[in-house]
């Protein structure tokens, strides 16, 4: 009896060991992604939010921090608090030894200058007053720029405020009257207060809004995971753009932004229809045409210094080529 009950402690023994070694290899299988994200986390978001979580399930965790500001972010890339970044960091990326590389396009710029018509008309009127964008370097700061080269303009102050709805709110209370939006909170605040406010019209812009880049140390290292989750920023866009609603589904699914104001809820369609029309989300992640674009917009914008600026020095296609040849 007690050789049986022996017998029976080593088999659970060795059971529980091949069980706590299964439980080691499935953990150092796993890729952690330290997401760094300069902004608020809002319906713009979604693509992203929907491609982290599925990215769990292929064994990717991808954990998003939002700092204050993109700079923030930047810097948390830079100085290794963070493993990926998001945003259009070029003057940053001109001034630093880190070989730091985007290697997608989140998404293409589609940004809104909105001011009170009460102080300005057009253009020419914002001549020596104060704007309001997301932050230094920024596609909403090269934006503007780019507009007052185009109309031979300067402004007296540009102040940094991070947030999209942070400043179609300011716009809303008069705490500030000239800023640029994403179409969601444009939409908020023209429904809200149409007689108060005009779209200034822009040119043809194209230029990443959002890209993601990582020092090239740690794409090198953690090329499998980097692949994954690339894979479903693709599905997500290619989903996305197949049929904006199937963003509404998969948000309820996944129970993404519950706490999301109640008058951003109706935004949340046309916001993506309106996307999907502009072209924002990329089927191929950008690739070459966003980086070329990308050096055109942002040397005129004057974010970038410099001629014969190569595309290499800022961007790095192995991680995206080799998600591409997986998703048909």
């Keep these: 009896m007690i050789r049986i009950e022996k017998s029976?402690?080593?088999?659970?023994v060795v059971t529980a060991l091949i069980a706590a070694v299964a439980g080691n290899v499935s953990a150092q299988g796993r890729t952690k992604i330290r997401y760094a994200l300069g902004d608020v986390i809002s319906i713009d978001e979604l693509p992203l939010l929907i491609a982290a979580e599925r990215s769990k399930s292929r064994g990717v965790d991808v954990e998003i921090t939002a700092f204050k500001s993109e700079e923030l972010a930047t810097q948390a890339v830079i100085n290794g608090q963070a493993d990926v970044g998001q945003g259009t960091p070029y003057a940053a990326l001109q001034k630093i030894t880190v070989p730091i590389r985007m290697f997608f396009q989140l998404s293409a710029l589609?940004?809104?200058?909105?001011?009170?018509?009460?102080?300005?008309?057009?253009?020419?009127?914002?001549?020596?007053?104060?704007?309001?964008?997301?932050?230094?370097?920024?596609?909403?700061?090269a934006i503007m720029i780019l507009a007052a080269k185009q109309h031979g303009i300067k402004y007296k102050n540009v102040s940094y405020v991070p947030g999209s709805q942070v400043r179609a709110l300011a716009l809303l209370k008069g705490n500030i009257r000239a800023t640029i939006l994403d179409a969601p909170n444009k939409n908020m605040v023209m429904k809200e207060a149409p007689e108060k406010f005009i779209i200034l019209p822009l040119g043809n812009v194209k230029a990443s809004d959002e890209a993601l880049f990582a020092?090239?140390?740690?794409?090198?290292?953690?090329?499998?995971?980097?692949?994954?989750?690339?894979?479903?920023?693709?599905?997500?866009?290619?989903?996305?753009?197949?049929?904006?609603?199937?963003?509404?589904?998969?948000?309820?699914?996944?129970?993404?932004?519950?706490?999301?104001?109640?008058?951003?809820?109706?935004?949340?369609?046309?916001?993506?229809?309106?996307?999907?029309?502009?072209?924002?989300?990329?089927?191929?992640?950008?690739?070459?045409?966003?980086?070329?674009?990308?050096?055109?917009?942002?040397?005129?914008?004057?974010?970038?210094?410099?001629e014969n600026l190569k595309v290499e020095n800022f961007w790095y296609f192995v991680p995206l080529k080799a998600a591409l040849a997986n998703v048909k």
């Design 215 to 306: 020092t090239r140390e740690f794409i090198d290292k953690n090329q499998a995971g980097i692949r994954i989750f690339i894979e479903e920023l693709l599905k997500v866009n290619r989903a996305i753009n197949a049929n904006p609603k199937w963003v509404l589904d998969e948000r309820k699914k996944l129970g993404l932004l519950k706490d999301l104001p109640a008058k951003m809820e109706d935004e949340i369609l046309p916001y993506f229809q309106e996307a999907v029309q502009n072209g924002v989300f990329p089927n191929d992640g950008g690739a070459e045409n966003a980086a070329n674009n990308d050096l055109e917009f942002y040397s005129l914008s004057g974010a970038l210094k410099g």
């Design 110 to 141: 589609q940004f809104f200058p909105v001011v009170n018509k009460e102080s300005y008309k057009g253009w020419k009127d914002l001549d020596g007053q104060e704007i309001a964008v997301q932050g230094r370097g920024s596609g909403t700061e």
């Design 8 to 12: 029976i402690i080593n088999v659970l």
